[in-house]
């Protein structure tokens, strides 16, 4: 019988310090660096297109970040790259880091096969510790359905589902409202669509 080896476990500077010389983004969650695989075309397309149509809408009100802005969650002790962020008011940055901050409004991840269960449990559980975050949002590519999870005054998050590429998804914490064929423009589903 082997021993296992464990794992090196990293803190937030040694992290933050090997993702600046990394050529691959990676993510920090509590001690382990996880290393992220690239995306396909359909997965940039969307964050593209939702990136142009949040900053026409928000032009003045919001900043928005495609997937290089990382995301600090305290309370977890990790560090994720959502694929759009959203912040409205002055940018708290971790450590006074540039790249990372702590306070997004809305989060945006695009769901991938190898994502999805980490996006919908492990992550929005710990994006819910974010007191500035008011919406976290799910794209699927294989279909046109856009998933909202939106905290409610009292703290509790409710769930909406906009479906079908004729349809629009309203996005109450910034006051915006997209249409699901400008969000999927130019993305060639795999499946057929809803």
Known sequence: MTALTERKKYTPAEYLALEESAESKSEYWNGEIV???????DHQQIVSNLTVLL????????????????????????????????ICDKPNFYKNR????????????????????????????????LESLDEYVLISQDKALVEQYIKREDGNWIYKATIGLESSATFPSVKAALSLNEIYDLVEFEEEIL
Do not use: H
């Open 98 to 129: 540039r790249d990372t901050i702590d306070n997004p409004k809305l989060i945006v991840e695009v769901l991938s096969k190898s994502t999805v269960s980490f996006d919908r449990a492990e992550k929005f559980l710990s994006y819910q510790t």
């Open 55 to 86: 900053v026409n809408n928000l032009k003045g009100r919001c900043r928005v970040f495609p997937s290089e802005m990382k995301v600090w969650v305290k309370k977890r002790n990790k560090f994720f790259y959502s694929d759009v962020t959203v």
């Open 35 to 41: 290393a992220m695989s690239g995306a396909k075309i």
